[in-house]
């Protein structure tokens, strides 16, 4: 009989072990399951974010400048999102559209009286007025003024494009006004970057000056280099040295 009994009662916790194993096993594969669902979720809100800003390069919403417009649709789609992750993605997405709008902005606050040198078409002319609407310009006449908005200017005469972008951006730390702290000027200078990237593209030579300004903002100052990754990843940054 109490054979019988240790035989029992030792099968009743073999049993229970079993058991306990059998739930632990489940709440594993449950926490995997779990983790494998969430790790999935990341990678497609990421991609869809970054699928995202292509779509509205490809469909021309940067080229008319249209950067409220942009972000409204790139916010609307993060409001989807379940993951912290794929909210950061986006954050970072949302700031490569406020770099390229703070060129715009550096421009307008400070081109008012610049005298074109560049391009047939704006060559010795000179801004009178500027918003973010238009240019209003003097002709070489000395008399007669002529309009033009921000799409065509980006689009028609990128030679006088980089004319601003290189007094006022390259050189904003010392030309512009209120002179460029290093945080917005490197933040400019990747959007200089980026509108070559997404704006001038059909310019031969913007993939290579868009590498260049985003590497020279970096070897300015180390401590953008994070951001400039996140920014390009497809610009290698490890052979970029800070300057001393």
């Known amino acids: 009989n109490q054979l019988k009994m240790l035989d029992k009662g030792i099968g009743g916790e073999m049993s229970e072990a079993k058991g306990k194993l059998t739930a632990l096993l489940k709440e594993k594969r449950r ?7 969430k790790a999935k979720r990341i990678e497609e809100e990421k991609a869809a974010i970054n699928e995202k800003f292509t779509a509205l390069t490809d469909a021309g919403v940067f080229r008319q400048l249209d950067w409220k417009g942009a972000k409204r649709q790139l916010n609307a789609l993060k409001g989807d999102f379940l993951s912290a992750e794929g909210g950061i993605e986006a954050d970072v997405v949302i700031r490569k559209v406020d770099a390229m709008e703070l060129v715009q902005q550096i421009m307008i606050r400070n081109m008012k009286g610049f005298v074109f040198e560049r391009g047939r078409q704006l060559r010795g002319m000179k801004v009178l007025e500027v918003n973010e609407k238009e240019i209003r310009l003097l002709k070489r006449d000395n008399k007669s003024t002529t309009k033009m908005n921000w799409p065509k200017f980006y689009r028609d005469c990128h030679g006088n494009l980089n004319e ?8 904003g730390r010392r030309n512009a006004k209120p002179k460029l702290r290093p945080k917005d000027w490197c ?6 970057a980026l509108t070559m990237q997404t704006i001038c593209s059909d310019d031969p030579a913007s993939a290579k000056r868009a590498e260049q300004i985003a590497k020279e903002a970096v070897k300015q100052f180390d401590i953008y280099k994070p951001l400039a990754q996140q920014f390009f990843p497809e610009i290698d940054f490890s052979t970029v040295k800070a300057e001393d």
């Not at 926490?31 to 669902?37: G, P, R, T």
């Not at 933040?187 to 200089?192: D, L, Q, R, S």
């Open 164 to 171: 601003l972008i290189n007094v006022y951006i390259v050189r």
């Open 31 to 37: 926490i995997e399951e779990q983790a494998a669902a």
């Open 187 to 192: 933040e400019a200078m990747f959007g200089v």
